[in-house]
T-cell receptor, first 113, second 114 residues
């Protein structure tokens, strides 16, 4: 089955700096890669996703890149703000006739003012 | 849409008692997932359903855990008997197909077994 590795487990940046979180996946059939943000005591919320037919996707300060050959994808947050502080999860799934969502272990991002 | 609705939000029970967690997926979503979240193990997929049929329950820890989906708008996760190591936050999520692909999580049930 699918296995998703996520690094780093914790990340501390200064406000205004960029943050990068990286994930690798094992199943080459996976074709859908969402990122979730989870604030303390709340549910994971989808912030951006990418499908395997796209190499990069951007939404304001957030971007995701995908390298299918190397089976890795990354989340980039630019101009970080204190409210970006949360745990971020990457995930991988095969969207087809069936498909579950397998998560990485999460990255705790702290943005220091 | 009200989103994925879970109940109860918090549950405290004594070891050995039966616990039932409930989930109402988003209308029109044909996949439903149960996850367990702990500090040690992160977000673990327990079981998922497609069109009310269980597809993969390999993540269910042991026979004390069972899940059902009697119809498209309701699912339960039952633990009987409960143990302290079952303490965790249990999330339900649903997703659609085609353009409605996004997985949406419920608010979770925080279970404490004492």
């Amino acid at each position: 089955g699918e296995n998703v590795e996520q690094h780093p487990s914790t990340l501390s940046v200064q406000e205004g700096d960029s943050a990068v979180i990286k994930c690798t996946y094992s199943d080459s059939a996976s074709n859908y890669f969402p990122w979730y943000k989870q604030e303390l005591g709340k549910r994971p919320q989808l912030i951006i996703d990418i499908r395997s037919n796209v190499g990069e996707k951007k939404d304001q300060r957030i971007a995701v890149t995908l390298n299918k050959t190397a089976k890795h994808f990354s989340l980039h947050i630019t101009e970080t703000q204190p409210e970006d502080s949360a745990v971020y999860f990457c995930a991988a799934s095969f969207i087809g006739s069936q498909g579950n969502l397998i998560f990485g272990k999460g990255t705790k991002l702290s943005v220091k003012p | 849409d009200a989103g994925v609705i879970q109940s109860p939000r918090h549950e405290v029970t004594e070891m050995g008692q039966e616990v039932t967690l409930r989930c109402k997926p988003i209308s029109g979503h044909d996949y439903l997932f149960w996850y367990r979240q702990t500090m040690m193990r992160g977000l673990e997929l327990l079981i998922y359903f497609n069109n009310n049929v269980p597809i993969d329950d390999s993540g269910m820890p042991e026979d004390r855990f069972s899940a059902k989906m009697p119809n498209a708008s309701f699912s339960t996760l039952k633990i009987q008997p409960s143990e302290p190591r079952d303490s965790a936050v249990y999330f339900c999520a649903s997703r659609g197909t085609g353009r409605r692909i996004g997985y949406t999580f419920g608010s979770g049930t925080r279970l404490t077994v004492v």
